[in-house]
């Protein structure tokens, strides 16, 4: 069983596993209503362990990526929780539209909400603004949630960056619809974000986003 961590200082609770090959951070993230888990990408008994008696509503899956929707098909079966993904990368998902050659194959998911740029997507009591953020594939999307909907009003903004903003680094572009342009772009608007955004990625060290702007915005922004 993969370890439980917890995040401190977030506006609302916010627990991860590290799972998978090449170390997936899978988020579970809750408030008094409802649970969601972010980016599902193996080993769905142990995440639905991690749940515990936790009733799971909804699996948010930030791209197309194999690593980071390989459990989601079994976990919305085992759950009956609603997939949310962009309309732009959900067709891969769903498999209606072909795997590009440079994934690894998965089980294709249906997605049961898509979202684009701007949509608030409310799980619970929590309105998560979704902000579209290709560069690593078309369609990838990162959430934002404002501390005064979080249960802790007097906690950190999060924002779930999937593989667009890691600790100290970027999502890589040289993939089947990468973008380096369109990356720019999309770190440009998640540095306008407040420097206290506690910043939870698919890979690697959580991080916020006034670490960043020396590490990553400096040069790439």
Known sequence: MARIHKVKGTCVPVEYLVLGMIANNVFIVSD?????????????DEILDALGDRKLDAIV??????????????LRDKTGAIVIASAIDAPVISGRTKL????MRFEPCPVDHTVSDGDIVKIGNMPWKVILTPGHTEGGIC???DPQFGTDPAGA??????????????????????????????LKR???????TVVLPGHEALTRIGDERRRVFAFYA
């Open 32 to 44: 008094d209503e409802a649970t969601f888990v972010v980016d599902p990408t193996c080993k769905a």
């Open 61 to 74: 899956l930030t791209h197309r990526h194999s690593d980071h929707v390989g459990a989601a098909k079994e």
């Open 100 to 103: 590009p050659h440079d994934d």
């Open 143 to 145: 959430l934002f949630l």
């Open 157 to 186: 903004p999060v924002l779930v960056s999937g593989d667009t903003l890691f600790c100290g680094s970027i999502g890589r572009t040289d993939f089947h619809g990468g973008d380096m342009k369109a990356m720019r772009k999309s």
């Open 190 to 196: 998640l540095a306008a974000l407040p420097d206290e």
